[in-house]
Nanobody
């Protein structure tokens, strides 16, 4: 089992940047593919990005491609989401998730979830 804790959220203006971090503890972090999802009030949980266990394969949603980058540091048991050129529609709670599967875009593929960190982008 793995425990996940997100950090780095906050209130920013349109066009600014944030870097989210997700610290993992428990079983070997490098065994897990990791994902970032987000959920805005009244909306379904939305896939944002995923990264393979080694970090060699990444995939981001069309809505954030070119602005968001996912990365990981297995030595520090941490996965990151660099978010640039933020827009008001990026406002949501951002959650990280872990899976022993190869990782994908569906929330049900992930077994472990953090509590989330709030990102608010003002216009």
């Amino acid at each position: 089992q793995v425990q996940l804790v997100e950090s780095g959220g906050g209130l920013v203006r349109t066009g600014e940047s944030l870097r989210l971090a997700c610290a993992a503890s428990g079983r070997a972090f490098s065994n897990y593919a990791m994902g970032w999802f987000r959920q805005a009030p009244g909306k379904e949980r939305e896939f944002v990005a995923t990264i393979s266990w080694s970090g060699g394969i990444t995939y981001v949603a069309d809505s954030v491609r070119g602005r968001f980058t996912i990365s990981r540091n297995n030595a520090d048991n941490t996965v990151y989401l660099q978010m640039n050129n933020l827009k008001p529609e990026d406002t949501a709670v951002y959650l990280c998730a872990a899976t022993t599967s190869p990782g994908g875009t569906m929330a049900q593929e992930y077994s472990y979830w953090g509590q989330g960190t709030q990102v608010t982008v003002s216009s």
